[in-house]
């Protein structure tokens, strides 16, 4: 199973941006799927994460400016980024914990590739 991320690039502050993450492979099913963000320096912060049954939870960091959803038919995850500041800026990660294979085992932890996203003051 892999991730693919797109989206990301550079936006002033105030400015919006829209990630996505696809997941491909031999997918049975998918319960969690979320977002981390890694800034330059720093440790990889967990931002977002939506259930299959579409229970959602956020970090203080992002709560009310972020908004994580997805398509379950496409396997694919959304991270929706508005009011961005300049603090936002790094390289924003997908991730996948558990995957529920068609042949009825598991893989764990999967996580796209990054995408950077900058944002300037």
């Known amino acids: 199973v892999q991730l693919q991320a797109s989206g990301g690039g550079l936006v002033q502050a105030g400015g919006s941006l829209r990630l996505a993450c696809a997941a491909s492979g031999s997918i049975r099913s998918i319960n969690v799927m979320g977002w981390y963000r890694q800034a330059p320096g720093k440790q990889r912060e967990w931002l977002a994460r939506?259930?299959?049954?579409?229970?959602?939870d956020y970090a203080d960091s992002v709560k009310g400016r972020f908004t994580i959803s997805r398509d379950n038919a496409k396997n694919t995850v959304y991270l929706q980024m508005n009011s961005l500041k300049p603090e936002d800026t790094a390289v924003y990660y997908c991730?996948?914990?558990?995957?529920?294979?068609?042949?009825?085992?598991?893989?764990?932890?999967?996580w796209g590739q990054g995408s950077q996203v900058t944002v300037s003051s």
């Open positions: 939506l259930t299959s049954g579409g229970y959602s």
């Open positions: 991730n996948v914990p558990v995957v529920a294979t068609r042949d009825r085992q598991y893989e764990y932890d999967r």
